[in-house]
């Protein structure tokens, strides 16, 4: 992991920590959804040009392309997270983050043991591409990505919290894949640690709209699938960029905390 010396340190208390801008719903040309340009070097690139320096990247269903990212990523500054989002049974989009590529890989063995076994139709779903770090083509995945897992909402939070991950419902009031828009609630008996919110809402509309958001730390993230879509505006203040840090600063628990800040293009807002 690269030296934290150049992201500024910030004092609380007798703590020094880091106040670090993420972009936590990234996708790669492995989703089918994505677009061509969204290859592991121009990724950090665009990045790098917003100020971020936390990334996620959470392809459907998939997990692939991560390890090219965080080759693109070396020496860079920017830190990458292993990440998916998962469709649940449900229909349900739900970001699973983790601070390993050996908890990744746990968490996509189970994954694929809960798609059906159906090839990918490229022509109508689109290109599922894995890539080297360069964003040179390697093979394309066959099995269709762009589909529901058997996994319910509840299981799924359950694995990744017991694999040591962090779930977040994505775009939870979107009426499609959105947590609120699918179920038309927030399950009382899953532990949350946070929601996400699409880019098209605030967090005070969004509360108003929805008071049952009222409860919850929500975040926002671009859910990049090009990479004019990267925002960039969740920031944390945190020792290091874990999942227990994340944690923490979702709970403004010992001197951590985030805020939803303003989208900002080469240090311009």
């Known amino acids: 992991m690269p030296s934290w010396e150049n992201f500024g340190s910030l004092v609380c208390g007798k703590?020094?920590?880091?106040?670090?801008?993420?972009?936590?719903?990234?996708?790669?040309?492995?989703?089918?959804?994505?677009?061509?340009?969204?290859?592991?070097?121009?990724?950090?690139?665009?990045?790098?040009?917003?100020?971020?320096?936390?990334?996620?990247?959470?392809?459907?269903?998939?997990?692939?392309?991560?390890?090219?990212?965080?080759?693109?990523?070396q020496n860079s500054g920017v830190i990458v997270l292993p990440g998916m989002e998962v469709q649940t049974r449900e229909e349900v989009h739900l970001l699973c983050l983790f601070d390993t590529t050996e908890q990744i890989s746990a968490w996509q063995e189970i994954v694929d043991s809960s798609l059906p076994d159906r090839e990918n139709d490229a022509e109508y779903f689109g290109e599922q591409f894995i890539v080297d770090e360069t964003g040179d083509y390697i093979r394309s995945e066959q099995r269709l990505l762009a589909t529901a897992t058997t996994l319910t909402f509840e299981q799924a939070v359950t694995k990744?919290?017991?694999?040591?991950?962090?779930?977040?419902?994505?775009?939870?009031?979107?009426?499609?894949?959105?947590?609120?828009g699918v179920l038309g609630f927030v399950p009382p008996n899953v532990h949350l640690e946070a929601l996400e919110?699409?880019?098209?809402?605030?967090?005070?509309?969004?509360?108003?709209r929805f008071p049952q958001l009222a409860g919850f730390p929500l975040i926002t993230n671009g859910d990049v699938h090009r990479l004019d879509e990267f925002l960039g505006i969740t920031e944390f203040i945190v020792e290091a960029a874990t999942i227990s840090e994340?944690?923490?600063?979702?709970r403004n628990a010992q001197g951590r905390s985030f805020r939803i800040g303003e989208q900002r293009v080469n240090n311009v807002i």
């Open 15 to 73: 703590t020094d920590v880091l106040k670090i801008r993420a972009e936590l719903h990234i996708h790669t040309v492995l989703s089918p959804c994505a677009e061509v340009e969204m290859i592991p070097p121009l990724i950090v690139q665009e990045a790098l040009r917003r100020d971020v320096k936390l990334i996620a990247i959470t392809d459907h269903n998939a997990s692939a392309n991560i390890q090219a990212v965080i080759g693109a990523a």
């Open 246 to 250: 994340i944690q923490l600063a979702l």
């Open 197 to 208: 919110i699409s880019r098209l809402i605030k967090p005070a509309e969004a509360i108003q």
């Open 160 to 180: 990744v919290e017991n694999l040591g991950g962090l779930a977040i419902p994505a775009h939870v009031e979107r009426k499609a894949y959105g947590l609120l």
